[in-house]
């Protein structure tokens, strides 16, 4: 609060400091200009005085060298929705400590902004209005005027209608979507493809038929994110499949969920999957429970149902975090099959553990079109086949243009 | 109708929300901010069914004396008595010496930390199973892992300070390069995902009775 620098920045915050700063500091742009400054003094007190004083300075300043006023570069931030100016400078050297960049709108007085550390090169003003024309200046600080900057040229915030950064996306995306509605379109057609035998698929049928037999229930775990996650999303979608089959086989179903919008969407999902069976008399209401949203309050519930229940089956399908072990764990020492599939990459390990099958990554969302057998659903899992075959042909092919020397390959994919 | 109406309704947020991820301009983003905000709205409306469920599944099995009873009592007066305490409260329900505060600290605080402590004897349990060698590549998993555990201690380094470097590469290398595929694989699996719930060609939800697939 006592230094000097302190005080001034505290006077600038003030309105009043402000206003003062504005009458003292309004100047016109070229106040950098320390030649300018000293020519305007020198002629206001007369010829003599003027000739005498301006040879003074000429020699004044041929001897001392001062640093000239440096540019300031403003521009609209590009990829934005508006709003924000983007500032960028070389400084002097020796640089100031601090600077106190000001602003004014285009014609108008200028006012500060913030006070920038002097070893910054660059600043981002997003407290501007889109369309309106502004110009800055770095004042330095302590006060030097012979180390402020020049006042920048006119600038003006204005919206992109597309954020040029994500061009690689949208065309990944558009790959991915040609190539979707192709196969879908081949699918219809009568192609049909070949994909890979994922166990833990096949053994979800077996699983459920095991519980029918010992008459003991199936468990449905999806997970501890909110609906909108996609992993619940696919979670939600695996439990048609599941809740079908335990009502064919009249098996108890019970599913206890982390979330009361995941809670809303699964009693949908289990009843309408009876209904489609065939089955909605043999659909009880708890079936599909609320428990709680806390994490480990919800491990407690669900590994109490686990040991009171001590169902045949239990699948763990969703997003998963540190309870990952502390379920398929509990699980395993109550001798159910266990058929876990998360994305979560740090949780899958837990599952391979402690489960009998589990779904990795891209099994996971793969599981819903596999068991449909669906040729649209089918057409969409070749498409993302044939992408990552691209995906992985980028890799190599930037790999050994980085290995010679040539990045541009790989900035094109450089995500931020 | 019960089938069309959620998927054009899915069809169209699905569609614009993608849109929204290219286009920064406040029209198209302020509202989507909107549609996210409805979301959030909804995601409340959806905790007094919750709350109801809880309430209605619990208080019958407490009326019938079924197993584990007093239990469902207990967790219906920690519940009632929670909310009545949070909602007497007001807006300084969060301060530190609130009563709410008191039950979160002295009730919820250390359950939670037991239920999270239990979390490495189950770590010991799966690990004494998963380095049961009865494969070469459970060989692999075993000889890895053991020269990653002994990396991350003092007592790898100084044995010789190969071990950490060991313990690092098999990080950095083998460890990143899978992940990496698997993350390359799961983001493609999100997109197709995505793309046929946008589309509806996955039938989840409103198909009661319909014969969904």
């Known amino acids: 609060m006592g230094s000097p620098d302190a005080t001034a920045r505290g006077r600038l915050n003030s309105r009043a400091g402000r206003r003062a700063w504005q009458s003292g500091r309004a100047d016109s742009p070229g106040r950098g200009t320390p030649l300018i400054r000293s020519l305007r003094f020198r002629f206001s007190i007369g010829s003599f005085g003027a000739a005498v004083s301006f040879a003074l300075s000429l020699g004044l300043f041929s001897a001392a060298s001062p640093a000239a006023a440096f540019p300031l570069q403003a521009s609209d931030t590009p990829n934005d929705g508006g709003g924000s100016i983007t500032l960028e400078w070389t400084a002097p050297h020796p640089t100031a400590k601090e600077?106190?960049?000001?602003?004014?709108?285009?014609?108008?007085?200028?006012?500060?902004?913030?006070t920038i550390e002097g070893t910054v090169r660059s600043f981002r003003d997003g407290?501007?209005?889109?369309?309106?024309?502004?110009?800055?200046?770095?004042?330095?600080?302590p006060t030097d005027p012979q180390l402020d900057s020049d006042v920048s040229t006119p600038a003006r915030a204005t919206a992109a209608w597309f954020d040029r950064t994500k061009l690689n996306v949208l065309v990944v995306s558009g790959i991915f979507f040609l190539l979707l509605f192709f196969y879908i379109r081949q699918?219809?057609?009568?192609?049909?493809?070949?994909?890979?035998k994922i166990p833990g698929l096949a053994a979800i049928e077996e699983a459920i038929g095991r519980a029918t037999e010992m008459g003991r229930g199936v468990l449905y775990v999806p997970g501890v994110q909110e609906i909108d996650d996609i992993q619940t999303i696919a979670s939600m979608i695996l439990l048609?499949?599941?809740?079908?089959?335990?009502?064919?086989?009249?098996?108890?179903?019970?599913?206890?969920?982390?979330?009361?919008?995941?809670?809303?969407?699964?009693?949908?999902?289990?009843?309408?999957?009876y209904a489609d069976v065939g089955r909605s008399d043999a659909y009880r209401s708890d079936q599909v429970r609320y428990i709680t949203s806390e994490q480990f309050a919800y491990v407690a519930a669900v590994n109490g149902i686990m040991l009171r229940e001590r169902p045949a089956a239990?699948?763990?399908?969703?997003?998963?975090?540190?309870?990952?072990?502390?379920?398929?764990?509990?699980?395993?020492?109550?001798?159910?099959?266990?058929?876990?599939?998360?994305?979560?990459?740090?949780?899958?390990?837990?599952?391979?553990?402690?489960?009998d099958y589990t779904l990795i990554g891209e099994e996971y969302f793969a599981a819903s079109a596999l068991l449909s057998n669906d040729a649209r659903l089918l057409g969409s899992l070749k498409a993302s086949d044939t992408v990552k075959i691209f995906l992985i042909a980028v890799i190599v092919v930037g790999s050994l243009l980085l290995t010679f020397g040539q990045s541009w390959l790989t900035d094109f994919f450089a995500t931020q | 109708m019960k089938r069309e109406v959620p998927i054009l309704i899915t069809l169209v947020s699905g569609i614009f929300c993608l849109i929204a991820f290219f286009v920064p301009h406040p029209f198209v983003h302020d509202l989507y901010g909107d549609v996210q905000n409805w979301a959030i709205v909804v995601v409340g409306c959806t905790y007094v069914l919750g709350v109801a469920n809880l309430l209605r599944i619990n208080v019958r099995q407490a009326q019938r004396m079924e197993g584990d009873w007093i239990y469902k009592?207990?967790?219906?007066l920690g519940l009632l008595i929670t909310m009545a305490v949070g909602f007497s409260e007001g807006n300084y329900y969060s301060d530190v010496h609130s009563r709410f505060q008191w039950i979160y600290r002295t009730f919820y605080s250390p359950m939670t930390s037991t239920m999270f402590a239990l979390l490495a004897f189950f770590i010991a349990s799966a690990a004494f199973r998963a380095f049961r060698i009865r494969s070469p590549e459970a060989l692999l998993l075993a000889i890895a892992a053991f020269i990653l555990m002994l990396g991350r201690v003092p007592l790898g380094n100084a044995i010789h300070p190969y071990i950490p470097a060991a313990a690092d590469w098999l990080m950095e290398i083998p460890q990143n390069a899978a992940k990496r595929g698997i993350l390359i694989g799961a983001a493609l699996g999100v997109m197709a995902?995505?793309?046929?719930?946008?589309?509806?060609?996955?039938?989840?939800?409103?198909?009661?009775?319909?014969?969904?697939?």
């Open chain 1, 99 to 114: 600077w106190i960049l000001v602003r004014r709108e285009h014609g108008g007085t200028f006012a500060p902004v913030t």
């Open chain 1, 127 to 141: 407290a501007v209005q889109t369309g309106v024309t502004y110009e800055y200046q770095l004042v330095a600080q």
């Open chain 1, 187 to 196: 699918a219809e057609g009568g192609v049909r493809w070949t994909f890979r």
């Open chain 1, 240 to 273: 048609t499949k599941v809740a079908k089959m335990t009502a064919k086989y009249e098996t108890d179903l019970l599913v206890p969920t982390n979330s009361p919008g995941v809670y809303t969407v699964a009693e949908e999902v289990v009843k309408s999957a």
């Open chain 1, 314 to 355: 239990n699948f763990l399908l969703g997003a998963f975090f540190a309870e990952s072990l502390l379920l398929a764990e509990t699980g395993h020492s109550v001798g159910a099959i266990q058929i876990a599939g998360t994305a979560n990459v740090h949780q899958m390990p837990f599952f391979v553990v402690a489960c």
């Open chain 2, 73 to 76: 009592i207990v967790l219906i």
């Open chain 2, 193 to 213: 995902t995505g793309i046929r719930v946008i589309l509806g060609l996955e039938k989840t939800y409103g198909s009661g009775g319909e014969g969904g697939a």
